[in-house]
């Protein structure tokens, strides 16, 4: 079965920190770019982060800029949210996603491109 799983999710004080782990399964995220999706409470989905398949292009969303660092392992077949200085407005459902290597950089938040989806895994800060 070809999935996506995130995991490390959790409630955490503000100023706290968490580290979200996608994992595929069934498929190799070599050629693949990976971006980090939330969805708050009322709100619609947006994209937070982005790394392409080669390692060379990452992006942030202004909003977690300087707090979120997105990494890859291709040998775990990972990739990794690391997100730090927490605050509440953080909270939201995060998702994964993979699109494949030849989607443009400039489409890198557009959801139809992307092949693979996780179930997603709630983020709550809160104190």
């Known amino acids: 079965q070809l999935q996506l799983v995130e995991s490390g999710g959790g409630l955490v004080q503000p100023g706290g920190s968490l580290r979200l782990s996608c994992t595929a399964s069934?498929?190799?995220?070599?050629?693949?770019?990976i971006g980090w999706f939330r969805r708050a409470p009322g709100q619609e989905r947006e994209g937070v982060s982005y790394?392409?398949?080669?390692?060379?292009?990452?992006y942030y969303a202004d909003s977690v800029k300087d707090r979120f660092t997105i990494t890859r392992d291709n040998a775990k077949n990972t990739v990794y949210l690391q997100m730090n200085s927490l605050k509440p407005e953080d909270t939201a459902v995060y998702y994964c996603?993979?699109?494949?290597?030849?989607?443009?950089?400039?489409?890198?938040?557009?959801?139809?491109?992307?092949?693979?989806w996780g179930q997603g895994t709630q983020v709550t800060v809160s104190s």
């Open positions: 996603a993979a699109a494949p290597y030849y989607v443009d950089y400039g489409d890198r938040f557009i959801e139809v491109k992307y092949d693979y």
């Open positions: 069934g498929f190799t995220l070599d050629y693949y770019g």
């Open positions: 790394i392409s398949h080669s390692h060379d292009s990452t």
